[in-house]
């Protein structure tokens, strides 16, 4: 989270919200997100709910939960999803902001501007 956050002022200028989901119930997971002060959305997802909904991978002889990442546009499609082999398997900020001007659509943008949003 270290690498989202060094990235956050990015995320800000490129109109993008970072939610981070947990494997964690809600005491541990908000008490970590206290402790550390994290910039972004946390939700907790004990029950894996959005693991499923969303395909991230549980290998219980590499620490659990695989890294995922999805950038879900505005209307809530998923237009880009990356899964890592490994807990080292992150993409870096900078992929990480080219997947997201890949699937930015600038009428979008042009909307945005005209509904004040």
């Given at each position: 989270m270290a690498q989202l956050r060094q990235g956050q002022?990015?995320?800000?200028?490129?109109?993008?919200?970072?939610?981070?989901?947990g494997?964690?119930?809600?005491?541990?997971?908000?008490?970590?997100?206290n402790e550390?002060?994290?910039?972004?959305?946390?939700?907790?997802?004990?029950?894996?709910?959005?693991?499923?909904l969303y395909?991230?991978?549980?290998?219980?002889?590499?620490l659990g939960r695989m890294p995922a990442q999805a950038l879900v546009d505005k209307r809530g499609i998923v237009r880009f999803?990356?899964?890592?082999?490994?807990?080292?398997?992150?993409?870096?900020i900078q992929d990480t902001l080219e997947a997201i001007a890949s699937i930015s659509d600038p009428e979008d943008s042009d909307r945005d501007r005209k509904?004040?949003?």
């Open positions: 002022s990015e995320f800000e200028k490129s109109q993008t919200t970072v939610v981070v989901v494997p964690e119930k809600a005491d541990a997971f908000t008490a970590y997100w550390n002060d994290l910039p972004f959305i946390g939700l907790p997802d004990p029950a894996h709910t959005i693991l499923k395909g991230q991978e549980v290998k219980l002889f590499r999803a990356y899964y890592g082999h490994d807990m080292s398997d992150i993409p870096t509904e004040g949003t």
